[in-house]
């Protein structure tokens, strides 16, 4: 047995694997540089806790699973039994296998079939193998550190008694130093997804729990442990993602005997998961990330990961146009090939009809479930709407929503036993449908069998719009709770349907943004952040979704002049900055504006397209800046010398100007041009001249020094507008 020291990027773990009990995390945080094997027991014994009164009379210590038998009196890491039996364990470590093909921070030797999965090429693996034979079960430990410093931990429990085991709970589960004291997650709902919430951490457990058997809108997204007042750019940072698309659980448990925790797994309902003699049930993947830098540094790990997939999206990621609020159910062909011919004509390089193309679907009371196309309103298909948006050099996409079923269907009429329920009855309606039981063999048949069909007997279907419209509820499969078999069909369906179809790419949309996980983006290719496409909103939505996922995985449109959610009304150009950063589209009725704003959407687009290298492949950067009214962000290119930074105004303030605003992340020895990019119009201002920096066309040339520590006096913009500033390097270093 030994002590495990693995090193990536900025981060260091190390793992007392000494025994006989399970091993220890004793650090997971800033990189401790390449340690002599002779200093780390010296670490190990330095972190281990004293005897004190009132407690056990050896020091306890937390494991990779906290038992109580190791005398942990928090939240249990296993909770399960065997008719009321073997309700406590304590397993004794029986292997642990270190696959590290960097060993002291140098190249990988190899890439196998595994680092192909989650931790990509170059990570460094721990396989921990505990069993408790009295308790008849046996345990796996899967640990990864990826390439970019991203960790991951997964439980793999397997029952080897000769009788059922319940598993209630299973959480993977990382420690945190004291230092971290407060906390920040996400919640959140329908067209308001990513709202912040911060306080102190406390004694107790801060528990999420997500029971919408979808991910939700109010999920956690990243659970933020962090220094006194730590910011984008400032401050040491530790966070942890449940990568689950059902029921989950993400916990922060702080305990008086000194020990704080960041963990999270699948919520269990009762009977949910019942092992057999020998089977085994696995946890989703916690992902855990750790930062010296602020919140910008844990999303330089994670999209720094998220981009080395194999399944990342490599191409220019098109300009799209939803047909959604332009035609709503009124389809209508000769109005949609109108236009197409006006999205052609502003730069939109992906058309996607919406909801309203299949048998009896005029409204969303019915029709669900029925996939073929309407005869009615497509008397020749789809082929023709098809053809023409190809004729003009844009890809085909499709709404589907194929986990749902309307009452008023076919299918329903047919197979009313196909519907995730309780025994005896149904749920209560959402948005007028329930959910199809995808773990019910014939339905999932029935379901892969129809997409399968669509997208064969059509030419051009590049693109799946994949909607998910209602929470799971009472979701019974065959009498017990069914949300994690589930969760697992919808995997197998996508895995399935994107095997049959090579290059198809798919969008998880949630009634907008109540599918945002790392699992389901192992089979998709971006996200609907949300419904809601009023730009004000928006700039929140996207900033907290930014967190997780690098901007080309985030849909992000310019919609109308006045927002269906909210009723504000918003200038083309704020919307359009709003909009920019992100996989950008329009979801717009643009057969009916004016030439004037054609021309300036398609300047937008343009920009959009010429920037769009490095706002989809470059570093994220958030401004802290001290009034609430102002925003700011940018993406800048790693090699600095390229950037893009908007500067919005959410509302008016106290301060009629706002301070200067830093433009983070430029390299502080290379000088700079910084203007506002050309083509496009400028905001309304409230001012009677302008910075004087800003008063000439050529802008104003300084050092990345100046600029990340001083910042630029912005002009006193009205409310709810916002200044682009496009940033490029014009020498290498003065």
């Not at 190791?70 to 406590?88: C, Y």
């Not at 990570?123 to 069993?131: C, Y």
């Not at 990826?146 to 319940?166: F, K, M, Q």
């Not at 605003?661 to 000088?671: A, I, K, M, N, Q």
Request: charged share 25%; with cysteine; hydrophobic share 40%.
């Amino acid at each position: 047995m030994t002590i495990v020291h693995l090193r990536r990027a900025r981060t260091s773990l190390v793992l007392d694997a000494r025994g006989p009990g399970l091993p220890r995390v004793v650090h997971w945080g800033a990189d401790l540089g390449p340690l002599p094997a002779d200093d780390l027991p010296a670490l190990v014994d330095a972190t281990v806790p004293p005897v004190v009164p009132s407690s056990f009379d050896a020091p306890t210590v937390l494991s990779l699973l906290p038992e109580a038998s190791a005398g942990w009196s928090g939240r249990p890491g296993l909770a399960g039994h065997r008719e009321g039996r073997d309700w406590s364990t304590a397993f004794r470590l029986d292997t642990v296998d270190v696959d590290d093909p960097r060993g002291d921070g140098g190249e990988a030797v190899r890439v196998s079939e595994r680092e192909r999965d989650h931790g990509g090429a170059g990570a460094a693996r721990v396989t921990v193998r505990a069993a408790d034979p009295g308790a008849g079960l046996s345990l796996t430990v899967e640990i990864t550190l990826s390439a970019a410093g991203l960790l991951t931990v997964r439980h793999r429990l397997r029952n080897d008694g000769d009788r059922p085991y319940e598993v209630r709970e299973l959480t993977p589960v990382l420690p945190v130093p004291a230092v971290a004291t407060e906390l920040l997650d996400l919640t959140g709902r329908w067209c308001r997804e990513r709202a912040p919430q911060r306080h102190q951490w406390p004694m107790g457990a801060w528990v999420r729990e997500g029971r919408h058997g979808r991910t939700g809108h109010d999920a956690t997204l990243l659970l933020v442990a962090g220094t006194p007042g730590f910011g984008f750019g400032h401050g040491e940072t530790w966070a942890v993602h449940t990568a689950w698309s059902g029921d989950h659980v993400t916990v922060a448990e702080r305990r008086p005997t000194g020990e704080a925790t960041l963990g999270g797994g699948e919520l269990l309902a009762p009977g949910e998961i019942l092992l057999g003699p020998g089977a085994e049930y696995a946890t989703p993947l916690l992902y855990a990330v750790h930062s010296a830098d602020g919140l910008d540094g844990l999303s330089d790990v994670l999209h720094t990961h998220l981009r080395a997939r194999p399944e990342h999206p490599r191409g220019p990621r098109p300009v799209t146009l939803n047909v959604w609020e332009a035609v709503y159910f009124d389809h209508d062909l000769d109005r949609l090939k109108g236009l197409a011919d006006r999205a052609a004509e502003v730069g939109v390089e992906r058309f996607v009809l919406d909801d309203g193309w299949f048998r009896g679907r005029r409204h969303d009371r019915a029709g669900l479930g029925d996939w073929w196309v309407d005869d009615d309103v497509w008397p020749d298909g789809l082929q023709p709407l098809i053809d023409h948006v190809r004729k003009h050099g844009m890809q085909f996409g499709l709404w589907v929503e194929p986990e749902m079923v309307n009452p008023d269907s076919d299918l329903f009429r047919a197979h009313p036993d196909w519907v995730l329920q309780a025994p005896g009855r149904l749920p209560p309606e959402w948005r007028h449908q329930q959910v199809l039981d995808l773990a019910h063999p014939d339905a999932y048949a029935h379901l892969l069998d129809r997409l399968d069909a669509v997208l064969r007997e059509h030419d051009g279907i590049a693109y799946l719009k994949w909607d998910h419209n209602r929470d799971l509820t009472e979701a019974g499969h065959a009498g017990r709770p069914g949300v994690h078999a589930q969760t697992a069909a919808v995997y197998r369906l996508l895995d399935e349907l994107r095997a049959r179809h090579p290059g198809l790419e798919i969008e998880s949309c949630s009634s907008g943004g109540a599918r945002v996980d790392l699992e389901i983006l192992r089979r998709t290719d971006r996200v609907w952040a949300s419904d809601c496409n009023d730009a004000l909103e928006r700039l929140s939505i996207q900033r907290w979704t930014g967190l997780l996922l690098p901007p080309e995985l985030i849909g992000t449109h310019i919609g109308p002049e006045r927002s269906h959610t909210t009723h504000r009304v918003h200038d083309l150009g704020f919307r359009a900055v709003t909009a920019l950063f992100g996989h950008h589209g329009i979801e717009w009725d643009i057969s009916g504006i004016s030439a004037t704003e054609r021309i300036e959407l398609a300047a937008w687009v343009a920009l959009h397209k010429r920037l769009r290298p490095l706002l989809h492949g470059g570093r994220v950067v958030r401004v802290d800046h001290p009034d609430p009214t102002v925003q700011a962000h940018g993406v800048v290119a790693h090699d600095r010398s390229h950037a893009v930074y908007a500067v919005s105004r959410l509302a008016t303030s106290a301060a009629q100007v706002p301070g200067p605003v830093r433009l983070p992340g430029l390299d502080p020895s290379r000088r700079y041009l910084v203007r506002p990019p050309a083509g496009v119009p400028e905001p309304a201002l409230l001012e009677l001249a302008p910075p004087g920096w800003l008063a000439s066309d050529g802008g104003v040339t300084v050092s990345g020094s100046v600029l990340g520590s001083v910042g630029l006096q912005v002009p006193a913009l009205h409310p709810e507008q916002a200044l682009l500033l496009e940033v490029t390097a014009v020498d290498r270093n003065f």
